[in-house]
């Protein structure tokens, strides 16, 4: 099993709808998980962290995290053209005091 | 400005001719990092370093090599590089490897 898994994609999701993008990882030890947002050509830049079991909400965004389950995600509501890039689920590993990235989903938003 | 200042941009080289890729950080954070990412695979860690003088290999180090004689400095090495080392990199920095962080615009490398 890969450390930190997402669905490459392309997630097409039409202009205004939820956009849901999903994260499993391996080690049940983890604590601290990030989403990246990452624009063509561009480099990653921090969108979303989250640390406990639960919903953490800002804007548009809204990150889940259920530990038992191993699975984080984040949700794009009322999602724009502007949202069109690639995201990166990133997860702390305790054991190891490094960041494991995942390879990301590709988010095609359609006018 | 709060930012990490990445360079060269764009680099062109041939294979065996040495090449440095400068990274500076602004914001006296402790942990920089070096990733290469190439298609389908993802964001890889070249080697990071957790304060000045303390610098660790990551995944795939080999071919290069760094140094962190100052807080804000963290440069990448080729030695000899090589058309496998053909890739986009990205410097990276944050208060601790918990923590948000801060990219460099990223420099796009060709070797021949």
């Known amino acids: 099993q890969k450390e930190v898994e997402q669905n490459s994609g392309p997630l097409s999701v039409p202009e205004g709808a939820i956009a849901s993008l999903n994260c499993t990882y391996s080690?049940?030890?983890?604590?601290?998980f990030f989403w990246y947002r990452q624009y063509s050509g561009k480099s990653p830049e921090l969108i979303m962290s989250i640390y406990s079991n639960g919903d953490k909400e800002d804007g548009r965004f809204t990150a889940q995290l259920n530990k038992a389950s191993q699975y984080v995600s984040l949700l794009i509501r009322d999602s724009q053209p502007s949202d069109s890039a690639t995201y990166l689920c990133?997860?702390?590993?305790?054991?190891?005091?490094?960041?494991?990235f995942g390879k990301g989903t590709r988010l095609h938003i359609l006018p | 400005e709060a930012q990490v200042t990445q360079n060269p941009r764009y680099l062109i080289t041939v294979t065996g001719k040495k090449l440095t890729v400068t990274c500076s950080q602004n914001m006296n954070h402790e942990y920089m990092s070096w990733y290469r990412q190439d298609p389908g695979l993802g964001l890889r860690q070249i080697y990071y370093s957790m304060n000045v003088e303390v610098t660790d290999k990551g995944d795939v180090p080999e071919g290069y090599k760094v140094s962190r004689k100052e807080k804000r400095n963290f440069p990448l090495i080729l030695e000899s590089p090589s058309p496998n080392q053909t890739s986009l990199y990205f410097c990276?920095?944050?208060?601790?490897?918990?923590?948000?962080?801060?990219f460099g615009s990223g420099t796009q490398l060709s070797v021949l």
């Open positions: 990276a920095s944050g208060p601790g490897v918990n923590e948000k962080l801060f």
């Open positions: 080690d049940r030890v983890s604590q601290s």
């Open positions: 990133a997860v702390y590993k305790n054991r190891d005091d490094k960041i494991i």
